[in-house]
């Protein structure tokens, strides 16, 4: 795969507070993984390793009105949680709308999620300011000036093996690197006896995967692969099919065509009136809101939402159709200046 194919950033909207600190003190210090976050936080807080028994808290940060707040940390963290549980606690400290006594334990699974709804909002509640924080250190961990030139690599062996080297834990390399991947892409490992499953946005398991199996992913997948990524052994599946964009010869339209492929099923005529919306629906929300940045990833993103839907297999199946998806992205790409 080329960079053209595979490398894609995901931008969601203003961007929310957590980003763009994170982004500012990645600049101000010239960062890159694995960031020494230990240094960071001496710079602005007295720091302390305790040995205490109380697993379900990581951390501790005390005095956040201070000039400079105390930060306790538990003895005895893997060093690449450590860096997490650091950062999340610089995030309390730097955010100056955090207050309070904080104990923390970091959750993986909000490094990437939707933002908290009051993130901006001065006097939210605890939880708003740990799913912030999180938020915080993912972003600093895992910056985008490290991410953005990362994902353009010819191969996704070389995307996890940058990765690997930035110094943080398997959820949250994936729960960073899954948001910038269009449909499509899927991850799996363990964490001991769980088994943790990654997935770009809009990816759909093929039918007849089961529980994920690998064999049957194998076999549904454009491409796969294994990798070591922070001490796991990942399962990585390409589902779409990536290849060189052709433009539809002669001028039928969008319409024309995809009435061709309605046509061949036996329906009736107010049957095939709302097959036709409905397709062009999936069409235009799909190109409006998932991301594709190039012809081909845009005709690879379309082809793989309709392999996934059941509904719409007996039309996807006249060559027509494909014939108007292409036409569809002509029309796309146009507007964006991109043919």
């Known amino acids: 795969m080329g960079d053209s194919e595979l490398g894609l950033w995901c931008t969601r909207g203003p961007e929310e507070p957590a980003k763009i600190l994170a982004s500012a003190i990645v600049a101000k210090y010239d960062l890159a993984p694995p960031i020494n976050v230990q240094r960071l936080v001496q710079e602005c807080a007295e720091l302390s390793f305790e040995d205490w028994p109380y697993a379900g808290c990581d951390a501790l940060v005390h005095g956040l009105h201070e000039p400079r707040p105390q930060v306790f940390v538990r003895t005895g963290l893997h060093p690449r949680r450590q860096r997490l549980t650091l950062a999340h606690e610089y995030g309390h400290i ?21 933002p908290p709804e009051l993130s901006t909002t001065v ?33 996704m062996d070389a995307i996890l ?7 943080v834990s398997a959820d949250a390399a994936f729960m960073r690197l899954r948001n910038l991947l269009q449909p499509g892409f899927l991850f799996k490992f363990k964490v001991g006896d769980e088994r943790r499953t990654y997935a770009s946005p809009g990816t759909v398991t093929p039918a007849g995967c089961g529980q994920l199996g690998e064999r ?9 692969g294994v990798a070591n990524v922070s001490d796991r ?6 589902l779409t099919d990536f290849e060189p964009f052709v433009p539809v010869p002669g001028s039928p339209s969008a319409t024309v065509l995809l009435r061709s492929a309605i046509a061949s099923c036996e329906l009736d005529a107010a049957r095939r009136q709302r097959m036709l919306l409905s397709i062009n629906g999936v069409v235009g929300g799909s190109l409006s809101v998932e991301r594709a940045h190039t012809p081909q990833q845009a005709l690879a993103l379309l082809r793989h939402k309709f392999d996934s839907k059941s509904e ?18 002509e029309e796309w790409a146009h507007k964006r200046g991109l043919l």
Request: charged letters at 25%.
């Open 161 to 167: 093996d940058g990765l690997n080297s930035a110094g």
């Open 233 to 238: 052994r990942v399962e990585w599946f390409r």
């Open 312 to 329: 719409y297999e007996e039309v996807a199946a006249h060559p027509s159709f494909d014939l108007y998806l292409r036409r569809k992205v």
């Open 94 to 114: 730097k955010m100056g709308w955090h207050y309070g006594t904080v104990g923390c334990q970091p959750v993986a699974n909000e490094i990437d999620g939707e």
């Open 216 to 224: 049957a992913l194998r076999d549904s997948s454009a491409e796969w």
């Open 123 to 155: 006097g939210y509640d605890a939880v708003g300011q740990e799913r912030e924080a999180t938020r915080f250190a993912g972003y600093l961990i895992l910056p985008e000036t490290f991410l953005r030139p990362l994902i353009r690599s010819t191969n």
